[in-house]
């Protein structure tokens, strides 16, 4: 699943191209939006908020979308080749005088009133990304349940928002935690500003890198890699799910230098 980097990126560049623009043509190709017509409204912004993305329109309109796991935009010149996917994964055709906006295979697309967006993202806690990032009340949201695994509380887009499955994996190793240790003996503060710091860097490396090493297969201490000896000790990486199905997640840690108590893993 795209992590709150990936997300923000996507909207910097939709912002950059299609911000000030009126809509000359829309083609929205869900069975909810198949009759709706924005042309002539004006792109105010286009925010990302954790992992959502917002395209504020003028007329008090929102067109609200979320990657999830397979969704992506795609920016065009008018009379470009599109090469996102097949046109049957087309979701959506935003076009302006200068650019075409292809939304692909997006899982959440609809249309909010600006003044109601708290429906879709009110839920979610201080974006690590976001200039205004308010860093008490995210320690605060994952301190509220200290018998919670530290994993889970970092994944929860509830306490803070943006921050996925890389991130947590690698912040938990980097500050050498147990993934299953509970939120009670953890210094949060430190996680918490780790993620956020991670999170930033990568922004200008236009991938996720946190071992200083922006090369294929050098990326990560220990996410997505399985059984590979550990960058530090050479220990093999264990990998087990976290979480109640069907929102677990898979876990990377290594156990020599994450230790703590016994817990399900494998290989």
């Not at 795609?74 to 046109?87: C, N, S, V």
């Not at 009133?113 to 839920?123: F, I, K, L, S």
């Not at 997505?224 to 220990?235: A, D, I, L, M, N």
Request: hydrophobic share 35%.
């Amino acid at each position: 699943m795209p992590e709150g980097d990936t997300v923000w990126r996507a909207c910097n560049r939709l912002n950059q191209s299609l911000a000030g623009q009126e809509l000359a043509r829309t083609d929205f190709r869900v069975p909810a939006l198949a009759t709706t017509d924005l042309r002539g409204r004006t792109v105010l912004e286009v925010i990302a908020r954790g992992k959502h993305l917002l395209m504020r329109l003028s007329g008090d309109v929102t067109v609200h979308s979320h990657l999830r796991m397979e969704g992506s935009w795609h920016l065009y010149r008018p009379g470009e080749r599109w090469r996102g996917g097949p046109a049957h994964q087309i979701r959506v055709v935003l076009e302006t005088a200068s650019w075409v906006a292809v939304g692909y295979r997006l899982p959440v697309l609809e249309l909010i009133p600006t003044d109601e967006e708290d429906r879709v993202v009110g839920h979610l806690g201080p974006d690590l990304l976001s200039p205004s990032f308010d860093r008490a009340q995210a320690i605060a949201n994952v301190e509220a349940q200290p018998d919670r695994t530290i994993s889970e509380a970092l994944l929860d887009q509830r306490n803070l928002a943006g921050i996925g499955n890389f991130y947590r994996n690698e912040v938990c190793f980097l500050l050498g935690l147990h993934p299953w240790r509970p939120v009670s003996t953890v210094d949060v503060p430190a996680a918490v500003d780790l993620s956020r710091r991670l999170m930033k860097a990568n922004l200008r490396n236009g991938t996720q890198v946190s071992t200083g090493i922006n090369r294929p297969g050098q990326r990560s201490w220990v996410f997505e890699r399985p059984g590979k000896p550990c960058r530090r000790c050479g220990t093999p990486i264990l990998t087990a799910p976290i979480g109640d199905p069907p929102t677990a997640r898979v876990t990377y840690w290594c156990p020599t230098c994450q230790p703590e108590h016994p817990h399900p893993a494998q290989p």
